[in-house]
């Protein structure tokens, strides 16, 4: 079993900047892929990006160049990286691990102000 805590979230103006953190609980957290996702207001939830257990990312197209992910097995978490935020951004996000996605944590909020 896998235990997710995000935070970092927060109300950010336009073109702003956060940094979210996701810890996870578990032996095996640096052999399991890990993904961020996020659920606007009214919306599905929508995949953001994946970064796998060598580092390597890939991203949603709405995000390329302006998100980032990096991960550190050390202390089990991985981070995403947010800049140049637009209103379109606001969502809960929420963090993910393991092959379908299987361990989800709580979400956190993050609102982009116009």
């Known amino acids: 079993q896998v235990q997710l805590v995000e935070s970092g979230g927060g109300l950010v103006q336009t073109g702003g900047s956060l940094r979210l953190s996701c810890a996870a609980s578990?032996?095996?957290?640096?052999?399991?892929?890990m993904g961020w996702f996020r659920q606007a207001p009214g919306k599905e939830r929508e995949f953001v990006l994946e970064?796998?257990?060598?580092?390597?990312?890939s991203y949603a197209d709405s995000v390329k160049g302006r998100f980032s992910a990096s991960r550190d097995n050390s202390k089990n978490t991985v981070y995403l990286q947010m800049n140049r935020l637009r209103p379109e951004d606001t969502a809960v996000y929420y963090c993910?691990?393991?092959?379908?996605?299987?361990?989800w944590g709580q979400g956190t909020q993050v609102s982009v102000s116009s």
């Open positions: 970064i796998g257990s060598s580092n390597v990312a």
């Open positions: 993910a691990a393991g092959e379908g996605w299987p361990y």
């Open positions: 578990g032996r095996t957290f640096a052999t399991y892929p």
